[in-house]
């Protein structure tokens, strides 16, 4: 599961809770990523828990702002 915030329909909120995420095998993303493109476009309203992950892990670039502590 990944999310990005681009131009011109930037992503402002984003939950992902309680989803059974498994990385298709030769994937090189992360099973759960949020990417804000740069300062201009941030994602300023995360949750991420109470997911079940297989086969990868989480990423967050530097301009997303989480409600609570994500899951990692």
């Known amino acids: 599961m990944y999310v990005k915030s ?5 992503n402002e909120t ?3 809770m309680g ?11 992360p ?3 949020v ?3 740069n300062a201009q476009l941030p994602v300023s309203d995360v949750v991420v828990y109470a997911n ?4 990868g892990g989480f ?4 301009n997303v702002t989480f409600r609570r502590e994500p899951q990692r």
Do not use: E, K
């Open 52 to 55: 079940t992950v297989r086969g």
């Open 35 to 37: 990417n804000a493109t």
């Open 14 to 16: 984003v939950d992902i």
């Open 6 to 10: 681009l131009s011109p329909n930037p």
């Open 19 to 29: 989803n059974d995420i498994t990385r298709v095998d030769g994937s090189t993303r």
């Open 31 to 33: 099973a759960v990523g």
């Open 59 to 62: 990423s967050y670039s530097s």
